[in-house]
């Protein structure tokens, strides 16, 4: 599977963004979907998952109640509902792609796209 993230940007602490990541082939659904994201001079880290039917979700504690993630089998796209973003939250976000539904995702996902910078603005 490929995976192509977007909607990243510039935007003030307080503000929101969402980030899509369209996927190519037939066998989107049969993937358990994430986001990651990495900061400057630091390690990439989960920051959310969802699985094949969008049944059960998986969040980074940080982002509760202000992250969301969504995905339409459908369309083949996986989303990142980004609300009360804070200057923390500037990384580059990546959409990644596993067979298998693992949580916490300590070693990451088998398939990954290219990133999106997000930067927020204090």
């Known amino acids: 599977v490929q995976l192509q993230a977007s909607g990243g940007g510039l935007v003030q602490a307080g503000g929101s963004l969402r980030l899509s990541c369209a996927a190519s082939?037939?066998?989107?659904?049969?993937?358990?979907m994430g986001w990651f994201r990495q900061a400057p001079g630091k390690e990439r880290e989960f920051v959310a998952a969802?699985?094949?039917?969008?049944?059960?979700?998986q969040y980074l504690d940080s982002v509760k109640g202000r992250f969301t993630v969504s995905r339409d089998n459908a369309k083949n796209t996986l989303y990142l509902q980004m609300n009360s973003l804070k200057p923390e939250d500037t990384a580059v976000y990546y959409c990644?792609?596993?067979?298998?539904?693992?949580?916490?995702?300590?070693?990451?996902?088998?398939?990954w796209g290219k990133g999106t910078l997000v930067t927020v603005s204090s």
């Open positions: 969802i699985r094949r039917s969008g049944g059960s979700t």
């Open positions: 082939g037939r066998t989107f659904s049969t993937y358990t």
């Open positions: 990644a792609a596993d067979p298998s539904w693992s949580p916490p995702f300590i070693y990451g996902m088998t398939y």
